[in-house]
């Protein structure tokens, strides 16, 4: 985990049509480094000739910011407002890179008077190796003028996996043909350098006993495998991704039914 200056200083942020300082939410005094983002709605402020403005404010570091060797950008947000009810997408994430026309956008899932948590896959990101700015901020168009909104960001950092690990597994097919010859996999990995695959290895147990197993090379993220495998047996099964040293690191399970020849 790693939590960088401007994560936690106020100073270094830049603001737009509102505030941003430090300060704790409503309720958490202990969250004195939390970023408090202070937004009056006001539909005459913006620029000239757009008066309904974007409020706005983030950090954007000079030079571009290296995040190609985490996994996750996560953060906590509280949130108060005057209005009953939240527009939906109210707030959104913005992380830019220099290159034209990458930006990642994400709706901040608010709850009023409540917190949010968000994990942002550093894999999505089109170029985690310059990172230029990280905003967040509201169209007013989607507010009444009078409209108050106040965030408090907690807990925002960098995290990384230090060694291999497979964190989801599943079957895209819940039910085979044992004469299929193949599975569809999708898993989600952490802990291994961008760009680097890593053997590993499928393994097929009916009732704890091991009936198939088969070489397979994963890599960092998210992805999707159609792995060949050889006749199973009908039944349930259940299918194990081992890393090495050849140890569990995942499982799911699959119905395997007999094929149309009677295999």
């Known amino acids: 985990m790693t939590v960088l200056p401007a994560f936690e200083d106020a100073k270094l942020w830049y603001a737009a049509e509102c505030s941003v300082s430090n300060a704790a939410p409503p309720g958490q005094p202990e969250l004195t ?3 408090h983002l202070a937004i009056p709605v ?17 950090i954007a570091p000079a030079p571009a910011a290296d995040w190609s060797g985490y996994d996750w950008l996560r953060f906590r947000a509280y949130c108060t407002s005057n209005r009953e009810k939240l527009p939906h997408g109210g707030l959104g994430l913005i992380l830019s890179m220099p290159d034209r026309g990458t930006e990642f956008h994400l709706p901040v899932p ?6 949010c948590s968000v994990e942002v896959p550093i894999e999505r990101l089109s170029n985690s190796r310059q990172i230029a700015r990280l905003q967040f901020n509201i169209s007013e168009s989607q507010w009444a ?3 108050r909104l106040d965030v408090w960001f907690a807990d925002l950092q960098l995290v990384k ?3 291999p690990a497979v964190l989801a597994l599943r079957s895209l097919e819940r039910v085979l043909s044992s004469d299929a010859g193949y599975v569809v996999l999708e898993l989600q990995v952490a802990g291994l350098p961008p760009g680097e695959l890593l053997p590993a290895r499928l393994v097929a147990r ?8 088969v070489a397979l090379q994963v890599r960092r993220g998210l ?13 349930e ?11 569990d690191a995942a499982s799911t399970t699959v119905t395997i039914t007999r094929g149309p020849f009677g295999g």
């Open 206 to 213: 009916s009732a704890g006993k091991e009936v198939a197993a």
């Open 33 to 35: 480094k939390a970023i």
């Open 145 to 147: 003028h009078g409209d």
């Open 223 to 235: 992805q999707r495998l159609t792995v060949k495998v050889p006749p199973l047996p009908p039944g």
């Open 237 to 247: 099964l259940t299918l194990t991704v081992q890393l090495p040293p050849g140890q």
């Open 161 to 163: 996996v230090t060694a």
């Open 42 to 58: 006001d539909h005459t402020a913006g620029e000239p000739q757009y008066p309904i403005g974007w409020p706005r404010g983030g």
């Open 110 to 115: 608010l709850v009023k008077d409540g917190w």
